[in-house]
């Protein structure tokens, strides 16, 4: 039995409009090499000059991971050649990153774990290389991209945990504002190194698994390596320290090359950057960036609206949805002050991740573009307290506010004019009852039978029948309650 120790190396694009060293704009697929200039191409003579905006969202990101932010910052030339870094080294961050020495929480359903966050630096990403038949293509639009990484200490354990690591912080930086956070478009990436030992013998041989675009993907390459590696130590054999790849359509890492150590990169100061040292009023600027992020307001959903678990963390998957919630629960309290939060909130919640996802879905948006829904926080909020109220049934207030995606209109407007308001008069609804008795004669024989023979199983599934049928003589309107209290007391005789 081995102990296997995981570190991340999570890269990710920051939302600048422009490059990190250069004004070219950053935007992901565009035409190739449109977004270039001397200075990203890596042109002899030219001088970077640093994205300010850059430098705020990574220390923003770092203070959000609970780094501290050094007096003093600055960045080396990481050297090496390759052809998607036409310039044949990277503007990067060694000897002081903007972040360090963090750490990260992370917790499943019933478990936690604290993750130490090494470092967070700046640094400007490599154009990207395009493989076909014989011919490799590059595009330089990418290269210059303001990039950070966050590396964490190696406290990991399984593929799982890396997984829920990744979609933990990628929630984070969404909240931020500071990446969109899409695997799929690279925006987002991770490297994981991963070593394995026998049990209080400390760190093994690493190998990276490099350029993983999908948190599956990172659960997927670390439980195979970790079972590769204890393969070879259980026959002998030694783990050699490499960077190997993840062959999605085998399932397998492959090896890639032979793992670069610092010294390689051969780092020095970059002569054409100064150091910068944080003034009070850019820090400031950075803390009024920070928002309550998704784990503690899971938490606070929990404890001050009294929801589970899951729908506590499906709602705080996205800070627009979370705030929509909120909004939304704000309105059924202003509509409804005798519904408690609690119980709005358990309401609301039932609505926002079932119908309203459902038509949001339909509308071809997103649970991030909720906002931009007809249904606002108020409407659904008016929506839940009239079914709370019992004015309009359950099925109604769902067509409601499917009618209110679909027309733009408040739902008060849209009940009335449709005849939705619920049937509440019980005199209204014995007629009704009434009718239907006079219609389903044998159904009404068949049901006085039941209850007289005691075939309780029977005679509640006649009673819901004609239910059902008094519901309907009534267009759908009649509140149930009553009209079971009607055919209760029709059938005792009064």
């Not at 990403?125 to 950070?148: F, Q």
């Not at 409804?336 to 709005?344: G, M, R, V, Y």
């Not at 509640?460 to 759908?476: N, P």
């Amino acid at each position: 039995m081995y102990q296997s120790f995981i570190g991340l190396e999570v890269h990710i694009h920051l939302l600048t409009k422009t490059k990190v060293f250069c004004g070219c704009r950053s935007a992901f697929g565009d035409a190739p090499n449109t977004n270039i200039c001397p200075v990203c191409l890596g042109y002899p003579g030219v001088l970077p000059v640093l994205n300010r905006e850059a430098l705020r969202m990574g220390c923003l990101v770092a203070r959000a991971l609970n780094c501290r932010i050094p007096e003093r910052t600055w960045f080396e030339r990481k050297q090496y050649f390759y052809p998607d870094m036409p310039k044949n080294y990277q503007i990067s961050q060694f000897a002081s990153p903007l972040g360090q020495e963090g750490f990260f929480d992370i917790e499943g359903k019933g478990w936690a774990k604290r993750v130490r966050i090494k470092e967070c630096h700046l640094e400007e990403d490599a154009g990207k290389m395009i493989h076909t038949g014989t011919v490799s293509l590059l595009d330089y639009n990418r290269a210059g991209v303001s990039l950070l990484e966050i590396v964490t200490e190696p406290d990991l354990e399984t593929g799982e945990e890396a997984e829920l690591f990744i979609q933990h912080l990628r929630r984070v930086v969404r909240y931020l504002g500071v990446c969109d956070g899409n695997m799929e478009e690279g925006s987002l990436r991770a490297d994981a190194n991963v070593s394995i030992n026998l049990p209080g013998r400390g760190l093994g041989r690493k190998v990276e698994i490099k350029n993983l675009n999908s948190s599956r993907f990172v659960r997927l390459g670390l439980n195979y390596e970790i079972q590769r590696q204890g393969l070879l130590l259980d026959a002998g054999k030694p783990v050699m320290q490499e960077t190997r790849l993840w062959n999605q359509n085998r399932d397998q890492t492959e090896p890639l090359r032979t793992k670069e150590n610092a010294q390689d990169y051969r780092y020095f100061p970059e002569p054409d950057l100064p150091v910068f040292a944080p003034e009070p009023e850019f820090l400031a600027s950075v803390e009024a960036g920070l928002v309550e992020l998704p784990l503690p307001r899971r938490k606070r959903f929990e404890t001050e609206y009294g929801l589970p678990f899951d729908p506590a963390d499906l709602l705080c998957q996205e800070k627009a949805l979370a705030d929509y919630f909120e909004e939304a629960v704000e309105a059924v309290r202003a509509q409804a002050p005798e519904i408690s939060k609690t119980d709005a909130a358990g309401r609301v919640a039932n609505w926002v991740l079932t119908d309203l996802k459902h038509l949001l879905s339909r509308a071809g948006l997103s649970l991030e573009e909720i906002g931009l829904c007809r249904a606002n926080p108020r409407r659904l909020g008016v929506l839940v307290a009239l079914t709370e109220s019992g004015r309009v049934s359950m099925k109604n207030g769902k067509q409601t506010l499917a009618a209110v995606m679909a027309e733009d209109r408040e739902p008060e407007s849209i009940i009335a004019g449709r005849g939705w308001e619920q049937l509440t008069d019980p005199g209204a609804l014995r007629e009704a009852v009434r009718g239907v008795f006079a219609a389903e004669p044998e159904t009404l024989a068949d049901l006085r039978a039941a209850l007289a023979e005691g075939n309780k199983k029977r005679s509640r599934t006649l009673r819901a029948y004609l239910v059902g049928k008094t519901l309907e003589a009534t267009g759908g309107r009649g509140d149930p309650k009553i009209a079971v209290a009607q055919i209760e007391a029709m059938l005792a005789g009064n």
